[in-house]
């Protein structure tokens, strides 16, 4: 079996929110044991955590993101989600909303709005509705690609659609597809990355 690149090992790290740990270590002096006894689990998991060998479960993630927010640590992520349809950006919203209680989310239902938006809050994330009557995701994507964005930002394409050709063209653009309805778990892993990604390049 080939060995793991240096990418693909950071890539799982991120994906298990080690720099999180890491980061309030750092900034309130704690050791392993101390952070422990603060969020009422056992050095072992702490330090499995900051190891990156196991993920903290969505409860802990959301103790360790309060503890960073009363540390100072920036761990909010801003999103824009630009679809025609209001209550997909609703559903999106909560799902944010539940996996990190600080994120900024804005919205827009007019593509033309939508990039308003998105060159005035810079996000770190854009969910792009593919699928949208008078411009499409991907022609979105190239206007959003003129503007001065934040080099870190990722752009999400989401869609209900299974057309094999929407994965195809978002290859070209070097971008995820999120498929509807989206599940929390998406959300999660999409957030974790964008928040350790963020960290990374402060």
């Given at each position: 079996m080939s060995g793991i690149s240096g990418d693909e090992e950071r890539d799982r790290k991120i994906h298990e929110g080690f720099w999180l740990v890491s980061a309030i270590r750092e900034a309130g002096d704690?050791?392993?044991?101390?952070?422990?006894?603060?969020?009422?689990?056992?050095?072992p998991t702490v330090n499995s955590w900051e190891r990156g060998r196991s993920r903290p479960r969505r409860a802990h993630v959301l103790a360790l993101e309060s503890l960073a927010h009363s540390l100072g640590?920036?761990?909010?992520?801003?999103?824009?989600?630009?679809?025609?349809?209001?209550?997909?950006?609703e559903v999106i919203e909560e799902?944010?909303?539940?996996?990190?209680?600080h994120a900024e989310v804005h919205t827009a239902t007019d593509p033309s709005?939508?990039?308003?938006?998105c060159g005035a809050?810079?996000?770190d994330v854009l969910l792009l509705d593919i699928m949208m009557p008078e411009i499409n995701g991907f022609e979105l994507a190239r206007k959003l690609q003129n503007l001065d964005l934040n080099h870190t930002a990722q752009i999400v394409f989401v869609t209900a659609s299974t057309d094999l050709a929407i994965d195809t063209e978002a290859a070209r653009f070097g971008h995820?597809?999120?498929?509807?309805?989206?599940?929390?778990?998406a959300i999660?892993?999409?957030?974790?990355?964008a928040g350790a990604i963020k960290e990374i390049a402060v």
């Open positions: 704690y050791s392993q044991e101390a952070l422990a006894r603060e969020l009422g689990v056992s050095f640590i920036r761990t909010d992520i801003s999103l824009l989600v630009i679809d025609d349809d209001p209550t997909a950006c799902l944010v909303k539940a996996s990190r209680t709005e939508g990039l308003l938006i809050v810079d996000p995820k597809v999120l498929r509807k309805p989206i599940a929390q778990e999660d892993e999409l957030l974790s990355r």
